[in-house]
């Protein structure tokens, strides 16, 4: 089939060699600009982008879709069978949800209904879920409300990151796209409405995400959040009037510390939680200075009993 291809980030560049592998003519590829990142405000391209090039297929960059006369009139003189969407980053108007015969096909990093936004999988292990996947469904004009084509399950492991699952749901999201695009060839499909009720939502994270709450999470909860949104907003609380980051920690069995409370008579740096729980921080930072061992920490800013992480 003749496809235009929208993608921004990694986790669409597996998706992007699939199609091109299976034999596709992907027409044209739409990405986000390139754009300054990091401390030194250097200009990134788009993972997308760098495949595109390396395959020599033409790339657009438009900073605006809705009324981009441009990318109009281009993506009609195309006149694609379908139009691929994969973490796109941009809302796809109306004419562009018309213009190809078998619409604007999209692969979303959950289970349907459930985690529609724009962090679906950092969501997903934040609350502590045991099972994911990812779906392919028809783009409509509502957030990820279209009817599903496939979906594909996987178990997500209790100590795994959000990184990591979003390396293995891209893979897997690959796969399940070439399946879903030769249903769709062959007239195989049929697309099922979502339950809307059912529906559940990720919302962009933000820096306040982070924040340990630890009188009202327990450890387990904690942990989960943290391996949801590692490396950002990642998880953090307040030390002595100053931002106090854990980079690493886990739920441990040891005594019973008041939530909040640091102890480190054990050995091991703790910190009391919600429930009667303790969460061991095994790595951690205090704002402007390096990040240190748990017990580094306690011995460097020689805790004194009763201190807490707010």
């Not at 609350?127 to 783009?139: D, W, Y």
């Not at 796209?177 to 933000?206: F, N, V, W, Y």
């Not at 009202?216 to 949801?228: E, F, K, L, N, P």
């Not at 402007?288 to 748990?294: A, E, S, W």
Request: one cysteine or more; proline letters at 7%.
């Amino acid at each position: 089939m003749k496809l235009v291809f929208c993608g921004t980030p990694e986790f669409a560049v597996p998706t992007l060699r699939a199609v091109l592998e299976a034999g596709h003519e992907v027409a044209l590829v739409l990405t986000q600009p390139d754009r300054p990142a990091g401390r030194k405000m250097e200009l990134q391209v788009p993972a997308v982008k760098r495949l595109a090039s390396q395959a020599g297929l033409p790339v657009m960059q438009p900073e605006r879709i809705k009324n981009n006369e441009q990318l109009r009139s281009e993506l009609m003189a195309l006149s694609p069978d379908a139009i691929i969407v994969v973490a796109y980053g941009r809302i796809i108007p109306g004419w562009m949800l018309d213009l190809p015969r078998l619409g604007n096909i999209n692969l979303h990093g959950s289970l349907l209904p459930r985690y529609r936004g724009a962090a679906p999988v950092q969501w997903a292990v934040a609350n502590g879920e045991t099972e994911t996947g990812v779906t392919t469904m028809r783009l409509d004009a509502g957030l990820d409300t279209g009817d599903i084509l496939m979906e594909h399950r996987i178990p997500v492991t209790p100590d795994g990151l959000a990184t990591e699952l979003l390396r293995e749901l891209s893979e897997v999201g690959a796969a399940l796209m070439i399946q879903t695009l030769r249903g769709l060839e062959l007239g195989t499909l049929e697309a099922q409405p979502q339950d809307h009720a059912a529906a559940t939502l990720a919302p962009i994270l933000s820096r306040e995400d982070g924040r340990l709450e630890l009188c009202s999470r327990t450890a387990r909860q904690a942990y989960d959040r943290w391996r949801g949104f590692y490396p950002w907003p990642g998880a953090h609380g307040t030390f002595r009037g100053k931002r106090f980051i854990v980079h690493r920690m886990h739920p441990t069995a040891s005594q019973l510390l008041p939530a909040g409370e640091l102890d480190w008579s054990s050995g091991e740096l703790l910190v009391g939680a919600a429930g009667g729980t303790v969460l061991g921080l095994d790595e951690v930072q205090l704002e402007g200075k390096p990040r240190m061992t748990g017990i580094e920490f306690a011995r460097g800013f020689q805790l004194q009993p009763g201190d807490r992480v707010d």
